[in-house]
């Protein structure tokens, strides 16, 4: 299983859509395989969600993010969590242990809402 995690540097990002980097890792039997790091490609309505589900994710965890990202991921059959804080490869454990779940925190909802804009 391909998890992408939204980060700013290794901690996981409080905003999907203006993160520095996903980190990408590569699961099996429940435990990390292999990991790298790839850049934001650049925000763009919509274009977050393809450009993740076409590398293979299968699971993207964030801290917060918009509802059109969320539908985009929905259709395309891939795990949301957010609501996620700390080092990004401790919460990819977490949810790996069954431990991580989403708070379902989309970003118009939360303290920096007037910080998300349309993503």
């Known amino acids: 299983m391909k998890i992408a995690v939204a980060c ?6 409080q905003h999907f859509g203006h993160c520095e980097s996903f980190c990408l ?6 435990k ?9 490609p650049g ?7 393809n450009f993740l589900g076409d590398m293979g994710a299968e699971v993207i965890i964030s801290g917060g993010m918009g509802g059109g990202a969320i539908e985009i991921f ?4 891939i795990e949301v ?8 490869q401790d919460a ?6 069954g431990e991580l779940k989403s ?5 118009h909802d939360h303290m920096h809402a007037d910080e998300c804009g349309n993503h």
């Open 103 to 107: 708070t379902g925190s989309i970003c």
């Open 32 to 40: 990390i395989t292999e990991s790298k790091s790839v850049a934001n």
């Open 81 to 88: 969590i957010v609501g996620a804080e700390g080092n990004a």
């Open 92 to 97: 990819v454990e977490s949810y790996l242990k």
């Open 8 to 13: 700013m540097g290794e901690l996981v990002a």
């Open 74 to 77: 929905n259709e395309r059959n």
């Open 43 to 49: 925000h763009k309505p919509g274009f977050l969600p």
């Open 25 to 30: 890792f590569e699961t099996e039997n429940g």
